[in-house]
């Protein structure tokens, strides 16, 4: 027992890495179990984490501020290389209209905490926990506390207000995970649902979109085309369609921008069946000859993104029909397959859809790079100078108008805005700002594991204390307070007043509070992908915003 004591001791290299790791490994272990399909998920690290410090087994405090800021910094990194490239989509059509019920849950969120701060008497920097764990999301945790740490006061004091967070983050965390699941069952009682009904409504919504990219062989039976280029064909440049090749005068082949046509031609154009409809009307009837049946040098072939200098250009700026007499009908991008136009960007990891000769498709090949085995590894220089910009921004003092003290991004909202940017961006020069999906998920699940287990064994100590004989149930209660209040107001609204469906509705809610687990239930009602889409829709925004509102309630209440 002395040798295990002493391999324990929080003080040394070995005993911190012993604690950190059997925090990591109880707590994952502790979230897995399911009850009644609900689980903790990553949040039995923190709770595992307060475990260990009620008994005594820490690590220097040292120790703990940089292993708990570094797992902050991956945490938000990779969040923001993960939504930075649907960001700015999320905020056009329907999902600007989710986005703004999304943040109206996180704004009355903020609006309930406050009114019950001021009626309860509640401290400050344990308001913002009790918030953070009501609405289940860990990086306000770690905005609030990063902002704690910048409020003038003694190194006492700061030591106690850090502590406050994560103690009312922990009793606040259960019922926001069950919360959110109760409202969409009482939701479905209240507007008497049946979801098989929600299914059709959407299923019918959907009919009246862009079906998916399709294909025609349209001949040319237009006289006004006599003799017109094909870059000239009216309504063909902006709709998407590409002709992938034009069987003409007895001869396939790939068309080219400047191709002339004649009557009699047939073209093989690909894009969404609305456009082609359109472009039937200006080019003549369809046509019984197959030209993809026809036997010929033109294939097809998928050709992926990885050469840093192809990523960031448009298909107007490669040129590859006029260079290398080569088409690209259709590029794939995370899984969806989208049409183009000549002014498409593409991204690295891109897959892209050649027609062509294969000799001329390898030329293209060799400038796109296509080389998959790339997409496996992460791109280190940029992620690391990212990371380092992030923490320069988030240091940065910004003077706002109302608030006492400067308002700084912190470890948590720097390096979140410079990821969203840069993996919008994608490329700068020689950098390109890819992480391969694998890579992301672990330093993120990483970062976020270090990060809890840390605030479990700063807290620790505390929590019993706190529960038995200090404001422990009455956190518990203000925490319920502001995950219901604001979810059901907002989800009434959307519901009576909107006619919202309820699924997509179910994945607003999830997203607003960003609540897995409340997805993962949702999921489970339909055979749709409409709470997916929801939750995926409002996740950037929210995520933001909560960070924001968490670092404006500290600096503006003070601890």
Not at 174 to 196: E, H
Not at 319 to 343: C, K, L, Y
Not at 421 to 438: K, N, Q, T
Request: hydrophobic share 50%.
């Amino acid at each position: 027992m002395p040798f295990l004591t002493q391999l324990l001791d929080g003080r040394t290299v070995v005993g911190a890495l012993l604690i950190l790791a059997a925090v990591a490994v109880i707590g994952l272990a502790l979230g897995s179990l399911r009850i009644k399909g609900v689980s903790l998920g990553v949040a039995g690290v923190l709770f595992a984490g307060l475990a260990f410090g009620h008994f005594g087994l820490s690590l220097q405090d040292s120790v703990l501020e940089f292993v708990r800021e570094f797992g902050l910094v991956l945490f938000v990194y990779t969040i923001g290389m993960q939504v930075g490239p649907g960001f700015f989509a999320s905020l056009r059509r329907q999902g600007l209209r989710l986005s703004l019920l999304a943040g109206a849950v996180v704004i009355l969120g903020v609006l309930t905490a406050l009114g019950l701060g001021r009626v309860l008497g509640l401290e400050n920097a344990a308001l913002v926990g009790v918030l953070s764990g009501a609405t289940t999301n860990t990086p306000s945790l770690a905005a609030a506390q990063q902002a704690l740490k910048e409020l003038p006061a003694s190194p006492e004091e700061t030591a106690r207000r850090l502590v406050l967070p994560g103690l009312g983050y922990a009793a606040a965390y259960p019922f926001g995970v069950v919360g959110v699941i109760l409202s969409m069952l009482a939701l479905r009682l209240v507007f008497r649902v049946r979801v098989d009904e929600e299914e059709r409504a959407l299923a019918a919504a959907a009919e009246g979109e862009s079906p998916p990219l399709a294909r025609a062989n349209l001949e040319v039976s237009n006289p006004n085309l006599e003799g017109v280029r094909l870059e000239k064909v009216p309504t063909l440049a902006a709709s998407g369609v590409v002709v992938s090749r034009i069987h003409q005068g007895g001869v396939l082949h790939v068309p080219k921008p400047d191709t002339t046509l004649r009557l009699g031609d047939v073209l093989l154009a690909v894009g969404p069946g609305e456009a082609l409809d359109n472009l039937r009307i200006v080019v003549g009837r369809e046509s019984d000859l197959d030209l993809r049946a026809l036997p010929s040098r033109i294939t097809t072939r998928r050709v992926i993104v990885t050469r840093p200098a192809a990523a960031g250009r448009t298909l107007r700026e490669l040129d590859f029909p006029r260079r290398f007499g080569v088409q690209i009908t259709r590029v794939g991008r995370a899984e969806v397959e989208m049409g183009i136009s000549p002014g498409f960007e593409l991204q690295y990891g891109d897959t892209v859809l050649a027609v062509g000769e294969p000799e001329d498709i390898e030329r293209v090949a060799a400038e796109l790079g296509d080389a998959p085995k790339s997409l496996h590894y992460p791109h280190l220089i940029p992620m690391f100078l990212g990371i380092a910009l992030g923490v320069l921004i988030g240091s940065w003092p910004l003077q706002l108008p109302g608030l006492p003290a400067p308002v700084k991004l912190g470890l948590a909202g720097g390096p979140l805005l410079v990821a969203i940017l840069a993996s919008r961006l994608g490329r700068l020069g020689p950098l390109v700002w890819y992480m391969p999906i694998s890579a992301n998920y672990m330093l993120r699940e990483v970062g976020i594991v270090l990060f809890l287990a840390t605030v479990g064994l700063k807290s620790g100590d505390k929590l019993l204390e706190t529960l038995l004989h200090g404001p422990g149930l009455t956190w518990i209660a203000c925490g319920a307070a502001i995950t219901l209040l604001p979810i059901l107001l907002v989800a009434v609204f959307a519901r009576a007043l909107l006619g919202l469906n309820y699924l997509t509705l179910c994945g607003l809610l999830a997203g607003s509070m960003t609540d897995p687990p409340a997805l993962l239930f949702a999921a489970s009602l339909t055979r749709t992908e409409a709470p997916a889409l929801a939750y995926v829709t409002v996740y950037p925004l929210t995520i933001i915003l909560r960070v924001l509102a968490a670092q404006v309630l500290v600096l503006t209440l003070g601890g």
